[in-house]
Nanobody, 126 residues
């Protein structure tokens, strides 16, 4: 059973940056496609970014709303995935969840995810 724990959320002004971290235990992140989702109040959880399983080339995928502003990376030696968020906007305010899935496609939609973290709040003020 893989357990995921997010950290790094907080309050930031529009235009600022935050880096979210997801630490895993109970399994090797290199065996999973890893992703980030977010859920704003009153809205459905939505895909943000993903990094492919290591053996498939570590490709990255992003929602159109964050392309050019967010990057995702993994450190398999530390069993950690990072989400670097730059030029944050008020509409980025949400609870951000780390996710793991056993294939690259499944990590891009909520029903395909095998493991979830508990979430970390990101609030962007104007």
């Amino acid at each position: 059973q893989v357990q995921l724990v997010e950290s790094g959320g907080g309050l930031v002004q529009a235009g600022g940056s935050l880096r979210l971290s997801c630490a895993a235990s109970g399994g090797a992140l290199s065996d999973y496609a890893m992703g980030w989702f977010r859920q704003a109040p009153g809205k459905e959880r939505e895909f943000v970014a993903a990094t492919a399983i290591s053996w498939s080339g570590n490709g990255s995928y992003f929602a159109d709303s964050v392309k050019g502003r967010f990057t995702i990376s993994r450190d398999n030696a530390k069993n950690t995935v990072l989400l670097q968020m730059n030029n944050l906007k008020a509409e980025d305010t949400a609870v951000y969840y780390c996710a793991a899935a056993q294939n690259n496609f499944d990590v891009t939609y909520t029903a395909g995810v095998d493991y979830w973290g508990q979430g970390t709040q990101v609030t962007v003020s104007l």
